[in-house]
């Protein structure tokens, strides 16, 4: 039974989404269970878990690794250059460094405004910075998710 808030699949004893913890057994009892819309997950409009797409020995071997590409990004490339589940945490990573960089960039512009310098730059840094802290744990955890906006950019294949 696929969760109609987030898209993961949960057993069909399920009472609350594994993923987003959204109730499901209302849907049960009423008969209204949804089906998965690939459409509408793939669309940037929600978190997706894509850890099964890996093998799980790639994942346990290489987590670690994958942990590490938040911070060099190129690690795994040159540690385990046969890692999937690697490659695919060092491609967040490179593209969480260039919208860093980008941010870098406009708040360096826009900081010669005194109300962008210490309002709104602040701000901008935290939802990578979240994104950050998200992609380290979730990959020490061996786990993989598609992230709005980013989902179709494959930089690192």
Not at 20 to 31: F, H, L, N, W, Y
Not at 71 to 98: D, E, G, I, T
């Amino acid at each position: 039974m696929y969760c109609s808030k987030c898209g993961l699949k949960n057993s069909d004893e399920a009472n609350f989404c594994e993923g987003c913890g959204a109730r499901m057994a209302e849907e049960k009892e009423a008969g209204t269970e949804k089906t998965y819309d690939a459409n509408f997950y793939s669309s940037g409009s929600a978190i997706r878990e894509v850890t099964n797409d890996f093998d799980s020995a790639d994942i346990s071997q290489n987590k670690v690794m994958a942990g590490l590409s938040y911070l060099l990004f190129f690690l795994p490339l040159l540690a385990c250059p046969n890692s999937k589940f690697a490659k695919f945490h060092a491609n967040y990573s490179l593209l969480l460094l260039v919208v860093y960089i980008c941010i870098g960039v406009a708040t360096g512009i826009l900081g010669l405004i005194p109300f962008v310098r210490a309002i709104i730059a602040p701000i901008l840094w935290l939802v990578p910075t979240a994104i950050f802290i998200f992609g380290v744990v979730t990959s020490l955890q061996g786990k993989a998710y598609e992230l709005p906006l980013f989902e179709k950019i494959k930089i690192i294949k």
